[in-house]
């Protein structure tokens, strides 16, 4: 008995801190999300309302839709940050103890560990997603657009709720964060191992946020691919009416055919900038937090 209350203290403090930073990264770093996923979605640079740059993106969508047109979406996040980050980090957790019954090095345990912490993540994210990426993309003023509940009863009125519906790009998502997390974890825990901790505060932060922030860059280089696919299967068909993305594989192969390899690394750079250092943010005060909760509760 005493066993699995200790297994459930144990995963509350997991839920409590992965939640934790899960809502201080999304506060900090959601604007970047909403102009990577408005560049994913457009699919010719030729056309008049496109944006020719990140920060054509900024500018265009401050000067139309106004300061919260970044915050579109944000609610989704919100909603499922705290039970999407529970489970990304106590399922690593739980993943990682699974493993270490196998006798598996522990650098194919970090990163196999993590790969199945993405795919769990995906089951819970992906209707969030599909609400979220359907709000972002939307180019009406924040207060012209409906609400999140508004358009998640839409889809789900039109379209059901499952893989044409509100669970849509399904695979993608779990292509984008099994990867993202296999990438993320596998990299953070095996390089912290190996470059010694600092006594002094301040450079043991550093060194940290440096491998954090270097963790979240790869996790974003590597699943990009599976990241446009979702957002292309998610947002707006180019003919309204007609499904032309709809399985992850095959609309990577259509992107490619059709607009380039350079087209499957659309939004890199607002996901670098959000994933570095959001990557690093996040591990960071899931530790702290962690630390905190074992000292205190």
């Not at 801190?17 to 900090?28: D, F, Q, R, T, Y």
């Amino acid at each position: 008995m005493s066993s699995n209350v200790s297994l459930l203290h144990e995963t509350s403090r997991q839920v409590l801190a992965g939640g934790s930073a899960g809502l201080i990264e999304i506060c900090l770093m959601h604007p970047l999300d909403v102009v990577k996923t408005r560049l994913q979605v457009q699919r010719s640079l030729m056309d008049p309302q496109s944006y020719k740059s990140l920060a054509d993106c900024f500018r265009m969508i401050f000067r139309k839709e106004g300061i919260f047109g970044f915050y579109k979406g944000i609610l989704p996040p919100f909603l499922a940050e705290t039970p999407k980050r529970a489970v990304k980090f106590s399922s690593f957790e739980q993943y990682k103890k699974l493993l270490g019954y196998m006798s598996l090095s522990p650098e194919l345990t970090f990163a196999i560990a993590g790969f199945g912490s993405g795919l769990t993540e995906a089951i819970v994210v992906n209707p969030f997603e599909v609400v979220k990426v359907g709000l972002q993309v939307n180019q009406n003023t924040f207060t012209e657009q409906p609400s999140t509940f508004a358009y998640a009863r839409q889809i789900i009125k039109k379209e059901g709720l499952g893989l044409q519906g509100l669970n849509k790009g399904f695979t993608a998502t779990l292509g984008r964060n099994g990867i993202f997390n296999m990438v993320y974890f596998g990299f953070y825990h095996n390089v912290k191992n190996v470059i010694p901790s600092s006594k002094d505060p301040t450079l043991e932060f550093l060194r940290k946020f440096g491998i954090g922030f270097i963790s979240g860059t790869m996790g974003s280089v590597f699943n990009i691919p599976f990241d446009v696919a979702k957002s292309r299967i998610q947002g707006p068909q180019p003919v309204p009416g007609e499904i032309k993305y709809r399985s992850c594989l095959k609309t990577i192969v259509t992107v490619y055919q059709e607009e380039g390899i350079l087209a499957l690394y659309k939004g890199l750079l607002p996901k670098v900038m959000r994933l570095g250092p959001g990557g690093a943010v996040m591990l960071l005060a899931y530790e702290h937090a962690y630390e905190w909760l074992q000292k205190h509760w």
